[in-house]
C-alpha cells in the first residue's frame, strides 16, 4: 500500500500539488475579478439581501431556498480545513500564511460568484422533478464555440462527473469520519467502530431523503457548529487579550519579509509561506473546484445570477471569519510555536548527518535553508543505536514536524498506552527510518493540525475543557462535510449513470463510510488530492471558455431587476 501511496504522489506532483496549479486557480480568480470589475465588492451587500429571503419566492423553479443551498454548500466547505487546515497553514508558513488564505478566500470569492452562476443557468430539470447542475451542465449544455464552430465538451464534462464521484469518498466520506472516529477515541476513548456505525446510520437518515432533507439538516446544522465553535475560540482569544495586536501585526507585517524563527518555530521564507497560504486557503473554501455549483443548482431562483450572488458569502464566511478566528486563536495562544509531547509520525521525521545545536544561530540558520528548500544538508542512513528508550549516537541531528526534536524517547508499539522502552539498533536510510519492526518515537517537537488547534483551545477560560468544543467542532463539520458530498456524487451519479444508479451510489457511500472509521486513510487523502484537481482543472477551462457569457448573464440580470425591482436599491450591474 505504501507503494500505491508512493505511486499516486508522483502522479499528484504533476497536477494538484504541482507548482502551477495555485497560480492557475489564483489567476483565474484575478481574471474574472477584474474583467467583472471586483463583482465581490460591488454586490456583496445585495448578495446579503438574497441569502436573507428579501426578493424569495415560493413559486420559483427549485428544491432549496437561497438560504438552505448556502447552508449546503458550507457544510461541504466548512470542515477539516478550518480546525486542521489553519494550523497547518501557519506551522507551515508561520502567521503570514493565514494571511495568503485570506488574499485566496478574498479572490475566490469571485470564482465561486462566476461558477456557480453558470451552473444555475444551465442547470436541469431531471425525471423525477429534482434539479441537476453543476459544471458538467454547463459543459454539456452550453454553447461552447472556436474559431466560429461548436465544440462538444461532453468528454471533459464527464472526467469532471467521474473525478466528482471518486472525491466524494476521497474528500467527503472516508477521510471525514477516520478523522472523527480517531478524534473522539483519543478525547473521549470511544471505540472506532461504535463511532463508524453510529454515524453510518446517520448518515443514511439524511441521505436518503435527497437534497430537501439534506438542505434540512445542514441549515440547522451549519449555524449550530458555528455557534459552539466561536464560543470556544473567543474563549482563548479574550483570555488571551494582550496578544490579540501582535498576532494581527505578525499576519500582516510578516508578509514581505517572511516569518522570522520564534520559539520552536525555526522560520519561513515568503515563497514558503504565500505557497502554504494559497494552497490551505484553497482547500478550505474550494472555490474553482466545482463542487459547491451543485449544491447551489437546487436553490429556487429563476435568474441564476441571484444564486451566484449567494455565493460570494461563502469564501467569506468560510475562509475570512471562520479560518481568521481559527488562526488568532492559534496565535494569541502562541501554542504554534511551542513544542509539545507528541509521538512523531514517521513521514515527518528526517534525520540530518552531524549534530547542529537549536542554541546556535548559525546551526539554526542551516536548518532554516534547509527545511525551506533552499539549501539542502546531507542525510543521515546508517543505525542508532538505543538503550533502555535512549538513543546513544551523537552524529546526527534529528529533525520532526520542521522543527529540532528534543527528550526523544524510543517505545516498542505495540499499541498500548504503556508501551515497553526499545532496546537496540534502529536502520536509518536516507534520513527515513526504514526498519520494519513495530517502534515509536516519543519526544518534543512543534505540532500541526487539529492536534495543534486543541491544544490551543485549551489556554482560554474553559481551560482543558475546550479540547473537548475542538473534538465536537470536528465531529460536526466533518459529519456536514460527508452529508454534502454525498448530494455531490449523486448528482454526477445521475449524470453519467441516469436516477436510477444514485441508491447504488448512496448504499456504497454509507458502507465505505463505516468501514473508513477504523481504517488508515493515508492513500485516500493522496487520491482525494488528484481527484480534486482533476475536477479543478476542467472547471477553470470551462469558465474561462465561458467568461462572455458570464459578463452577457450579469447584464440579463440588471434588466431583470430594474423591471422587477424598480424601487429598490440595487448595485450597478453594468
Known sequence: MQEVNNFLIFIDSFIGSATWFPYALLGTGLFFTIYLKFPQIRFF??????VSGKFDRKDLPGDTSHFQALATALSGTVGTGNIAGVAFAIHLGGPAAL?????TAAIGMCTKFVEVSLSHKYRTKLSDGTMAGGPMYYMKNANFTFNGKKVNLKWL??????????????????????SISSTLLATFGIDQVVTGAVLAVLLALVIIGGIKRIAAVTSKLVPAMAIIYFIGAF????????????????????VFTGSAATGGFIGANIAYAFNRGVNRGLFSNEAGQGSAPIAHASAKANEPLSEGMVAIL?????????????????????????????????????????????SNEEHKNKIYLHINDEEKLPTYSGELKVVDGTIQN?????????????????????????????????????????????????????????????????????????????????LLFAFSTAISWSYYGDRAMTYLFGPKSVIYYRVV???????????????????????????????????????????????????????????ENHPKFK
Open 99 to 103: 494571511f495568503w488564505m485570506l488574499v
Open 235 to 254: 474563549a482563548v482569544i479574550l483570555f488571551n487579550y494582550e496578544n490579540i495586536i501582535p498576532s494581527l501585526m505578525a499576519i500582516f507585517g510578516d
Open 314 to 358: 461563502e469564501p467569506f464566511i468560510d475562509t475570512i471569519i471562520i479560518c481568521t478566528v481559527t488562526g488568532l486563536v492559534l496565535l494569541s495562544s502562541g501554542a504554534w510555536n511551542e513544542k509539545h509531547i507528541n509521538k512523531f509520525e514517521y513521514s515527518e521525521i528526517e534525520i540530518l548527518e552531524k549534530q547542529y545545536v537549536e
Open 157 to 178: 464534462a464527464a472526467i469532471f462527473a467521474f473525478a466528482t464521484v471518486l472525491s466524494s469518498f476521497g474528500t467527503g466520506s472516508l477521510p471525514q469520519i477516520n
Open 394 to 474: 551523537d552524529d546526527f541531528t534529528f529533525i520532526h514536524s520542521r522543527s529540532f526534536a528534543d527528550n526523544i524517547k524510543v517505545y516498542k508499539d505495540e499499541g498500548l498506552l504503556t508501551d515497553e522502552l526499545f532496546t537496540g539498533s534502529v536502520n536509518i536510510t536516507n534520513g527515513k527510518v526504514s526498519d520494519d519492526r513495530p517502534i515509536k518515537f516519543i519526544g518534543e517537537s512543534l505540532v500541526h493540525s487539529a492536534p495543534l488547534t486543541a491544544l490551543a483551545f485549551k489556554r482560554g477560560f474553559f481551560g482543558d475543557w475546550g479540547q473537548y468544543i475542538v473534538s465536537i467542532g470536528l
Open 509 to 567: 457511500y454509507v458502507v465505505a463510510f463505516f468501514f473508513a472509521a477504523f481504517q488508515d486513510t493515508t492513500i485516500i487523502w493522496t487520491l482525494s488530492a488528484i481527484t480534486i484537481a482533476l475536477m479543478t482543472i476542467p472547471n477553470l477551462i470551462g469558465i474561462l471558455w465561458l467568461r462572455k457569457d458570464m459578463k452577457k448573464t450579469i447584464g440579463e440580470y440588471g434588466d431583470f431587476f430594474e423591471e422587477n425591482f424598480p424601487g
Open 45 to 50: 451587500k445585495h448578495a446579503v439581501k438574497i
